[in-house]
Structures are given as C-alpha cells and as structure tokens.
C-alpha cells in the first residue's frame, strides 16, 4: 500500500510540474487569412494579439472571423501541447484529456 501511495505522490509531482510547463510555454497562432495573430500560453491564457496594419478598409465581420479562427487555433494547440505533456508523462495517450 505504501508503494502506492508513494507512487500516486510521484504522480502528483510530474503533474504539477507539468501545468508549471504549460504556463511558461507561450506560442504564437495566425488566423487562416493572416490578419490575426494571438501568443498564448499552455494554461490558454491569451498574452498577446496583433492586428495586421493597414486594415483600415476592412469590414467588421472579417476581422471577427480572423479573431475567432486564431483563438480557436491557438486553444487547439494549447490542448495539443497539454496532451503531449501528459503522454510524456504516463507513457500513453489519454483521449479527451483537458
């Protein structure tokens, strides 16, 4: 019973270690068009946003659509970037994980 419990403390180790990894990981995600650009980081708090200059002319709905694909991007990698670290981890995938 010992065993286990110092195994499930290990466990429990690797896995704060690992969220401190996610929060210090920042990567950078364009919209599919370009125009957008967000840098978050593995806890999916969003650090930065960059519009693309000279968008003067450019209608509203096009710059909401940018927005939303670099944010729906940038938490499909946040959730990528977590499920690899939890493979590392356990040595296996774990499907729907986070």
């Known amino acids: ?19 401190r990894e996610l929060d210090n990981t920042n990567f950078e995600i364009a919209s599919s068009d370009g125009l957008v650009k967000i840098t978050m980081n593995g806890a999916q708090e969003v650090k930065d946003i960059i ?16 927005l939303k694909d ?14 690899q670290k939890m493979k590392d981890i356990t040595g296996f995938n774990i499907p729907g994980w986070l």
Request: hydrophobic fraction near 45%; proline fraction near 0%; charged fraction near 35%.
């Open 70 to 83: 670099a944010y729906n991007r940038a938490i499909k990698r946040s959730h990528e970037l977590a499920a």
């Open 51 to 66: 519009i693309q200059a000279g968008i003067q002319g450019l209608e509203k709905a096009t710059l909401e659509k940018a």
């Open 1 to 19: 019973m010992f065993d286990k419990m110092k195994q499930l403390m290990e466990m429990q180790k690797k896995m704060q270690e690992m969220k």
